[in-house]
């Protein structure tokens, strides 16, 4: 995926313009961006705050009249020359609060970009916004200043681990297995360097191996990429970033990104991207690389970021942790982070108006992270084919082989050797899905797509022309419609499986 580095390209009329003060008419777009990265130098203090950056977000004003900002990449990936946010700015910081529209509701990324004092009061009238425009509101990942004010409750959605990176050395000397991991990655050749910013330019051959490294690595994601808070867009006003590569024997196998916590003079390591070939260990080099590189410079807090349910969560959100573990691994993220030994957990909340119910408000945070509905999302994650839904297609397949033996064969099929190879076909697939799962192999993938492809265009025939008039009952039509929809999509998902397998480089 290429960066986006955040510029304001529009501005969109609302109807509550009393929520802003008065736009000059020679305002220009990125005069207002710059008003924002004023606010986000002065007031940024959640861990996610430079995040507020990406492409996703659109900026409220606090006290101010015109229109939300939509922060948007018009620079196609260009890394913009080294600009202190705030500094030389003739923008004062204002009090903003940045937030995704998913069309019924203004979800937030963390708290209001506010004084300490303030930060109840904004968050209030932005609340207010959000009733007169006619949508819902809530405040996702926040760290816990919302919850004392008496129109907001909480929910627990986990933890966050915190480092004090001066005292990083010793954390390495007192964990052997700490130690352990990263003389892995050194014993294989892995190496770690800072970048410097004209080596990710677009176009060089450095940015051009790293933008095959992220695709390698969404590529090999179970879910379909999401956007909020965990759009990867690693270079993202990289010149106020540190990034580190880790190569081994000159080729590019990791990548970390770390984004600013300004008013905690603080640091996010916000992206942590391995592929899949880079030796054990890796990832832990890179994070200590990125300790030292920080320690050097004074900094006293650091985290890896929110590790989702972890920590004493509602029990159906602890279930869920478990049962959604193939296609994201709760328990392994949090073991990573805590294996890093922090120094302490911190508890991160969604924020929502007491007038909300709390799972509607969390329906409203997923939908953020979706980009787009949940159906749309949950449709995108099956068409990619995560071995998850492979096992599904290999249980329910089993099944429908012996429905297929069982069934009138002068009924159903024009010629009784028909039964036959259709069954011997379906016991052959059960195996072939069976050792897929098991382990991905290409030339079995695409054998195995192509099959099924021919199989549902043969059913799609053979309903035209013989199944449909024989059709004399809901039995016959619930049949009929399962004989021709199963091959139909499963040749989907396993187009889509061969699809991402390739692009990740299997």
């Known amino acids: 995926m290429a960066e986006r580095n955040t510029r304001a390209v529009s501005d969109h009329a609302?109807?509550?313009a009393t929520d802003h003060a008065t736009d000059h008419a020679n305002d220009l777009t990125t005069d207002?961006?710059?008003?924002?990265?004023?606010?986000?130098?002065?007031?940024?203090?959640?861990?996610?705050?430079?995040?507020?950056?990406?492409?996703?977000?659109?900026?409220?004003?606090?006290?101010?009249?015109?229109?939300?900002?939509?922060?948007?990449?018009?620079?196609?990936?260009?890394?913009?020359?080294?600009?202190?946010?705030?500094?030389?700015?003739?923008?004062a910081a204002s009090c903003a609060v940045a937030y995704v529209d998913t069309g019924s509701a203004w979800v937030v990324g963390g708290e209001p970009l506010a004084p300490e004092h303030e930060v109840h009061a904004v968050a209030e009238r932005f609340l207010d916004a959000a009733q007169r425009a006619g949508k819902r509101a809530a405040f996702f990942a926040t760290e816990g200043r919302l919850v004392t004010s008496p129109r907001f409750e909480r929910l627990l959605l986990g933890q966050q681990p915190v480092w004090d990176p001066a005292e990083?050395?010793?954390?390495?000397?007192?964990?052997?297995?700490?130690?352990?991991?990263?003389?892995?990655?050194?014993?294989?050749?892995?190496?770690?360097?800072?970048?410097?910013?004209?080596?990710?330019?677009?176009?060089?051959?450095?940015?051009?191996?790293?933008?095959?490294?992220?695709q390698r690595w969404q590529a090999a994601?179970?879910?379909?990429?999401?956007g909020f808070l965990v759009r990867l867009e690693p270079f993202t006003h990289a010149e106020q970033r540190h990034l580190f590569v880790a190569e081994q024997d000159g080729r590019v196998v990791a990548l970390l990104s770390m984004a600013p916590v300004y008013q905690r003079n603080g640091w996010l390591f916000e992206d942590l991207l391995r592929d899949r070939t880079a030796p054990n260990g890796t990832s832990e080099l890179l994070v200590d690389a990125g300790m030292r590189r920080i320690a050097q410079d004074g900094v006293r807090w650091a985290t890896l970021g929110f590790a989702p349910l972890a920590g004493p969560v509602m029990p159906w959100l602890a279930r869920v942790r478990t049962m959604a573990t193939p296609f994201f691994n709760f328990r392994g993220l949090y073991a990573f982070k805590a294996k890093?030994?922090?120094?302490?957990?911190?508890?991160i909340w969604l924020a929502h108006p007491a007038s909300t119910p709390w799972w509607r408000a969390l329906a409203d945070a997923l939908t953020a992270f979706a980009n787009g509905s949940l159906f749309g999302f949950a449709w995108r994650t099956l068409c990619r084919g995560p071995q998850p839904v492979l096992l599904a297609m290999l249980l329910l397949l089993i099944p429908w082989t012996f429905v297929l033996a069982?069934?009138?064969?002068?009924?159903?099929?024009?010629?009784?050797?028909?039964?036959?190879?259709?069954?011997?076909?379906?016991?052959?697939?059960?195996?072939?899905?069976?050792l897929l799962v098991r382990r991905w192999r290409s030339w079995l993938g695409v054998t195995i797509a192509t099959a099924v492809s021919v199989d549902a265009t043969i059913t799609l025939w053979n309903a035209v022309t013989w199944y449909g008039p024989r059709i004399s009952s809901v039995t016959d039509a619930l049949l009929t419609t399962i004989a021709c929809a199963a091959p139909l999509l499963a040749a989907v998902v396993l187009w889509g499986t061969v699809r991402r397998q390739r692009h990740s480089g299997a």
């Open 406 to 434: 069982a069934l009138d064969t002068a009924r159903w099929y024009p010629e009784p050797w028909m039964q036959t190879a259709w069954v011997t076909f379906d016991t052959v697939l059960v195996i072939a899905l069976a």
């Open 340 to 347: 890093l030994h922090p120094h302490t957990w911190e508890p």
């Open 221 to 226: 994601r179970a879910m379909a990429p999401m």
């Open 168 to 214: 990083w050395d010793n954390t390495v000397h007192a964990s052997r297995s700490l130690r352990s991991q990263i003389r892995r990655a050194q014993s294989k050749n892995a190496t770690v360097r800072e970048l410097q910013i004209n080596e990710i330019a677009r176009g060089t051959p450095l940015r051009i191996e790293l933008d095959a490294l992220v």
């Open 32 to 91: 207002r961006a710059e008003r924002f990265r004023a606010s986000l130098r002065a007031y940024g203090r959640n861990a996610t705050s430079f995040q507020l950056l990406e492409s996703d977000f659109r900026v409220w004003f606090d006290e101010s009249v015109g229109s939300d900002t939509t922060l948007r990449d018009t620079s196609e990936g260009e890394v913009q020359p080294a600009e202190p946010l705030g500094v030389h700015s003739r923008h």
């Open 14 to 16: 609302t109807d509550h």
